[in-house]
């Protein structure tokens, strides 16, 4: 089955950027289409948008379209999400996530990365 | 985009008891919904999905129903383990809206 692990915990200045990476073993990367999701600090979760690992195409949430950009490298078995110029309110734990069983409801999550926007 | 209500925001309950969470969208989303357990620091969990399918390995404890607008989930018999967080979500189209949470405490 497959598992995703991402990279650990970011403390980002405004205006900077950040990248999470979302490592997935255990089953062929190409399969799936790979969610971001994040999670401000007591706040419901918001998906950010996909990425399908085969063809690298993406949808990005509305909120975030401007600034965000989600890409893989197939050789690592890796996606990755690039956030820019960011606000205090991004600071969130970020989750990269992939519905393998129906559709987009996600069974397999990675364990999550906090990014802390402070100055 | 849907909106995604739930109710209660939050609930105290007694081991054994049967918990009733509602989540309502702001459009019909047809059977597109999916339910949550989320405990302190740790990323969710699938427990439901198409509205009333069980994930495997979920106890059989958690049941979902509902359709158009309206849902429900329900824990027959609530066990210590259960004291969590509980998210719906809508993934009948994007972006796939998660509701406010409902936590269920002691």
């Given amino acids: 089955q497959v598992h995703l692990v991402q990279s650990g915990a970011e403390v980002k200045k405004p205006g900077a950027s950040v990248k999470v990476s979302c490592k997935a073993s255990g089953d062929r990367f190409t399969k799936y289409v790979i969610h ?17 690992a085969d063809y690298g195409t993406t949808e990005y949430s509305q909120k975030v379209q401007d600034r965000v950009n989600f890409i893989r490298d197939t050789s690592a078995n890796t996606a990755y999400m690039e956030l820019s110029s960011l606000k205090s309110e991004d600071t969130a734990v970020y989750y990269c996530a992939i519905g393998t069983w ?3 409801a996600f069974d397999i999550w990675g364990q999550g990365t906090l990014v802390i926007v402070s100055s | 985009d849907i909106q995604m209500t739930q109710s209660p925001s939050s609930l105290s309950a007694s081991v054994g008891d049967r918990v009733t969470i509602t989540c309502r969208s702001s459009q019909s989303i047809i059977s597109y919904l999916n339910w949550y357990q989320q405990k302190p620091g740790k990323a969710p969990n699938l427990l439901i999905y198409a509205a009333s399918s069980l994930h495997p390995g979920v106890p059989s404890r958690f049941s979902g129903s509902g359709s158009g607008t309206d849902f429900t989930l329900t824990i027959s018999s609530l066990q210590p383990e259960d004291f969590a967080t509980y998210y719906c979500q809508q993934s ?6 998660f509701g406010q949470g409902t936590k269920v405490e002691i």
Avoid: F
């Fill in chain 2, 92 to 97: 009948y189209n994007t972006p796939h809206t």
């Fill in chain 1, 102 to 104: 129906y559709g987009s």
């Fill in chain 1, 36 to 52: 971001w999701v994040r999670q401000a600090p007591g706040q419901r979760l918001e998906w950010m948008g996909w990425i399908n």
